[in-house]
T-cell receptor, first 110, second 116 residues
């Protein structure tokens, strides 16, 4: 069964600190890997999209990495802000559907 | 670009009534739209996939007669929850794809349905 597993399930950090979220997947073959940010009560918003040939992709303070050999991805958040508090979802695309991770709930405290 | 609008953002309805949720692609033509359901602290669960002008494809366990999906144009898909019950209360999210590849999925802002 194709799966996308994320860790940690939840994370609490202080404002200004950096953090890294992990995503391991077994989906094969896959078209691309995406990281989304989902605020409570809102739809997911795309942060990064990477094909299997890309190793890293940045979007402001968010940097995603991908190792297609080990089937691992990470999302690094630099200089966290209170507004970064949200769920972060790793999504791996099969050719015709999306496989969602269970997400990491990040809370940033002042 | 690639904006998906979902309406309403929240709705409260009585048991037994029907509720319609709209999903519009504002600046692109969406050949395929997807409907998801999300329970608290859980990930999105795909309910159905709809292609413009054809019948929707429902995931296993999703009642097609209860969750009616219409994708009559390239910019609009609707989900109607018929004869709603309290257990249908959930967060419903749509997404739209630009073309044949699945590269460009964009999600709507979601609809919180509460059935009382």
């Amino acid at each position: 069964k194709n799966q996308v597993e994320q860790s940690p399930q939840s994370l609490i950090i202080l404002e200004g600190k950096n953090c890294t979220l992990q995503c391991n997947y077994t989906v094969s073959p896959f078209s691309n890997l995406r990281w989304y940010k989902q605020d409570t009560g809102r739809g997911p918003v795309s942060l990064t999209i990477m094909t299997f040939s890309e190793n890293t992709k940045s979007n402001g303070r968010y940097t995603a990495t991908l190792d297609a050999d080990t089937k691992q991805s990470s999302l690094h958040i630099t200089a966290s802000q209170l507004s970064d508090s949200a769920s972060y979802i790793c999504v791996v695309s099969e050719p015709d559907k999306l496989i969602f991770g269970t997400g990491t709930r990040l809370q940033v405290f002042p | 670009g690639a904006v998906v609008s979902q309406h309403p953002s929240w709705v409260i309805c009585k048991s037994g009534t029907s509720v319609k949720i709209e999903c519009r692609s504002l600046d692109f033509q969406a050949t395929t739209m997807f409907w998801y359901r999300q329970f608290p602290k859980q990930s999105l669960m795909l309910m159905a996939t709809s292609n413009e002008g054809s019948k929707a494809t429902y995931e296993q366990g999703v009642e097609k007669d209860k969750f009616l999906i219409n994708h009559a144009s390239l910019t609009l898909s609707t989900l109607t929850v018929t004869s709603a019950h309290p257990e249908d209360s959930s967060f419903y999210i749509c997404s739209a794809s630009k073309g044949a590849s699945n590269y460009g999925y964009t999600f709507g802002s979601g609809t919180r349905l509460t059935v009382v």
